[in-house]
């Protein structure tokens, strides 16, 4: 990037800075399958203990925190999703995967899709040049050994999407991306106007159980949501999704939605979704790959 201050750069530069991972032409089908009016896309991001594992922080606690989630949060999830018949979308790092290789397979042979979360969570626009593609590529072998299938899909950790990911994606060949946020239904990424063929499922911080629950123990950072202020966030989000025929994408972590408060709230909200009718319930591996065929 240029010396020069933003106010200073040519036109030239803050065009190639801007054309990058950029949002290109809307993926949103006339129908989804079935006829259905929406399609719903749940999915968990089952860090684990790399979050303090990332920070380089040993606390017993913090670590404590984490497996919390392979205890008692993913196991609540995946009965709740076997009653309800829902299949979903688990991104995990790949460190997350190697201490936890048997929920992996149970999560994977129950259906559910396993996509790439990172290697130990780590922030890719802090990595020195050619270390996201190498942990990126790594991460991608261990999630396929443990899965039995290699992933089509990432998510970055933190949704910290650098200027090198887009370029990691393409050499991989993989089908989809879901961490930008161009849109609210899926849309196509472009490459300094070039069309890539990728589809970007877009998330959001309003559509995220972390922004709302996560607890910060020496910060400010402390918000710690009522269940039924969360909920009503989200069920917003999906009547607005349903009204415009569009996608609803939500992302959770079993740390923190698996709570004996929180998960009734995720079961509110399928009964909800499945009391509005005509509406799909995917992977986002499935609401991708039809997408990007409806679009031809």
């Known amino acids: 990037m240029s010396e ?40 968990f991001d089952a860090d684990h203990e790399t979050i303090p594992l990332r920070d380089g922080d ?5 670590i404590s925190q984490g497996q919390y989630g392979n205890r008692q949060g993913v196991p609540r999830i995946r009965a709740l999703l076997a009653q309800h018949g829902i299949r979903a979308s688990f991104y995990y790092p790949a460190v997350s995967a190697l201490l936890h ?17 990172s290697w130990i969570h780590e922030a890719n626009t802090a990595l020195p040049p050619g270390v996201e593609r190498e942990l990126t590529l790594r991460a991608a072998d261990v999630l396929e050994q443990a899965a039995g299938r290699r992933p089509v899909g990432i998510r970055t950790a933190s949704w910290d999407f650098s200027v090198e990911t887009l370029g990691i994606i393409r050499e991989m060949g993989l089908l989809y991306d879901s961490s930008l946020m161009g849109d609210d239904d899926p849309y196509e990424l472009l490459d300094q106007g070039e069309p890539t063929g990728i589809v970007e499922l877009p998330p959001e911080w309003i559509r995220d159980d972390a922004p709302y629950f996560n607890f910060l123990r020496f910060s ?77």
């Open 4 to 43: 020069a201050k933003p106010w200073e750069w040519p036109e030239a530069e803050w065009r190639r800075i801007v054309g990058n991972a950029r949002a290109g032409r809307s993926l949103k089908p006339r129908a989804w399958p079935g006829g259905e009016r929406c399609a719903v896309a749940l999915s």
């Open 58 to 62: 040993p606390s017993p606690m913090r």
């Open 101 to 117: 290789p048997e929920e992996v397979r149970a999560v994977a042979a129950e259906g559910h899709e396993i996509g790439i979360h």
């Open 220 to 296: 400010a950072h402390r918000p710690y949501t009522p269940p039924s202020g969360v909920e009503e966030i989200f069920r917003a989000e999906f009547d607005g999704a349903w009204e415009e025929g569009g996608l609803f994408l939500l992302t959770m972590h079993p740390h923190i939605i698996g709570h004996r408060s929180r998960v009734p709230l995720l079961a509110r909200l399928i009964e909800h979704i499945k009391g509005r009718g005509a509406v799909w319930f995917a992977t986002h591996e499935e609401v991708a790959r039809h997408v990007k065929a409806a679009a031809g």
